[in-house]
C-alpha cells in the first residue's frame, strides 16, 4: 500500500505539471449524455512539460499494446522478452556478488590486519564509475552474457559486504566467549553463532544488490554488444527518441518493475526463512 500510494502520488504530480505548464490538452469526453470538446490551455509554460520530454502517462501505457516496430510484435511482448533475458544476467551476477561479498566479509571479521588493509580499497572500488569498468570487462572476457553477469557482481558485491561485516560482529562477546569455553571451533562459532545474528543484516544487504545487480546488467549491456536485454532495448529507444518517446518511457518502466521484483523476491525469501526469528533480533532497513 504505501508503493501504490508513491507511484499514484507521483503520477498525479506528473500530470499536474503537465497540466499546468504543458501544451495544450484536447478534451473529448461524453458525460450523461453530453458530447464535451474542448481545448484546455495551460497558464504556464514549462520547457520541460513537452510532449517530447514528458509524453502523457496514457500515452506511455497505450504504447505498451502497440508494435514496437512496424510489423514486429507489441512493446509489452518485447519488454517482457528483454526483461527476462536481463533478469537472467542479474540473477548469475547476483549469486557471485553475494557470494563473492559473503566471503570477504568473512575473512574480513576473522583477520582484523586484513580488515584494515582492505577496507579502503573496497570502498574505492565503488567510487570508480561503472560505466567506465563495464567495457574493460567485456573487451577483457569476451564471455557473452556472463561478461555482464560479472559486471552486475562488481556493483553487487559492496553492499553484501558491508551488510555481512556488520553482521557478523554484531554477536555478543559473551555468546563468543560461551562457545569458546565448550571448544567450539571456528567453523562451529560461524555458522552456529554468527552467522543467525547476521542474517537480518545479510537480508539488508541482499535485498539492495537485487536491485543493484539489474542496474549493473543493464549498464553491462551497453558495451557488450549483446542483443536481447532491456539495455539494448534502452539504447535502441533512446537513438529514435524523437519519433517515440513514450517506448523509452515505457522500457525504463520495465526496468523499474524489474528492480521492484528482484527486492521482492529476496524480501519474499526472508520473510520464508527467518519468520521464526524472534522480533528482537531483526534489524530495521
Same mark, same amino acid.
Request: glycine content about 8%; hydrophobic content about 55%.
Given at each position: ?8 502520488s507521483l ?7 503537465k ?8 478534451i ?18 514549462f520547457?520541460?512539460?513537452?510532449n ?8 506511455i ?5 502497440k ?11 518485447e519488454?517482457s522478452?528483454?526483461? %527476462?533475458?536481463?533478469f537472467?544476467e ?6 557471485? /556478488?553475494?557470494?563473492m &561479498? #559473503?566471503?570477504?566479509? +568473512? !575473512? ?8 584494515r588493509?582492505?577496507m579502503p ?17 567485456v ?8 561478461s ?5 557482481a ?12 556488520r ?6 562477546p559473551?555468546?563468543?566467549d560461551?562457545?569458546?569455553s ?7 562459532v ?7 545474528s ?13 536491485? %543493484?545487480?539489474v542496474?549493473?546488467?543493464i549498464?553491462?549491456?551497453l558495451?557488450? /554488444?549483446?542483443s536481447g &536485454? #532491456?539495455?539494448t532495448? +534502452? !539504447?535502441n529507444?533512446?537513438?529514435y527518441?524523437i519519433s ?8 525504463m ?5 524489474l528492480g ?9 525469501a526472508?520473510?520464508?526463512?527467518l ?8 534489524v530495521?532497513s
Amino acid at each position: 500500500m504505501p508503493l501504490l500510494l508513491l507511484l499514484t502520488s507521483l503520477a498525479f504530480v506528473y500530470e499536474l505539471i503537465k497540466f499546468i505548464g504543458g501544451p495544450a490538452i484536447s478534451i473529448d469526453v461524453s458525460l450523461f449524455g453530453l458530447d464535451i470538446h474542448t481545448i484546455w490551455r495551460p497558464p504556464l509554460k514549462f520547457r520541460l512539460a513537452s510532449n517530447l520530454s514528458m509524453p502523457h502517462l496514457w500515452d506511455i501505457i497505450e504504447a505498451f499494446g502497440k508494435p514496437a516496430r512496424r510489423g514486429g510484435p507489441i512493446l509489452l511482448n518485447e519488454l517482457s522478452v528483454a526483461a %527476462l533475458f536481463t533478469f537472467r544476467e542479474a540473477f548469475v551476477g547476483f549469486i557471485l /556478488g553475494a557470494l563473492m &561479498g #559473503l566471503i570477504l566479509a +568473512i !575473512l574480513l571479521v576473522h583477520f582484523s590486519l586484513l580488515e584494515r588493509a582492505l577496507m579502503p580499497y573496497v570502498i574505492a572500488s565503488q567510487t570508480v564509475p561503472l560505466i567506465a569498468v563495464a567495457p574493460m570487462i567485456v573487451i577483457w572476457l569476451r564471455a557473452g552474457w556472463i561478461s555482464v553477469s560479472i559486471i552486475s557482481a562488481y556493483l553487487t558485491f559492496f553492499p553484501v559486504t558491508i551488510a555481512g561485516l556488520r553482521g557478523l560482529k554484531s554477536v555478543h562477546p559473551d555468546a563468543i566467549d560461551l562457545m569458546v569455553s565448550y571448544a567450539a571451533t571456528t567453523r562451529q562459532v560461524l555458522f552456529m553463532v554468527r552467522f543467525p545474528s547476521a542474517a537480518p543484516y545479510l537480508f539488508n544487504g541482499f535485498k539492495l544488490a537485487a536491485s %543493484l545487480s539489474v542496474i549493473g546488467a543493464i549498464v553491462g549491456e551497453l558495451p557488450s /554488444g549483446i542483443s536481447g &536485454g #532491456l539495455g539494448t532495448v +534502452i !539504447l535502441n529507444f533512446n537513438q529514435y527518441y524523437i519519433s517515440g518517446p513514450e517506448r523509452l518511457w515505457a522500457a525504463m518502466i520495465a526496468a523499474g518493475v524489474l528492480g521492484i521484483a528482484s527486492y521482492l523476491l529476496v524480501h519474499l525469501a526472508e520473510f520464508l526463512l527467518l519468520r521464526t526469528q524472534p522480533r528482537g533480533a531483526e534489524v530495521k532497513s
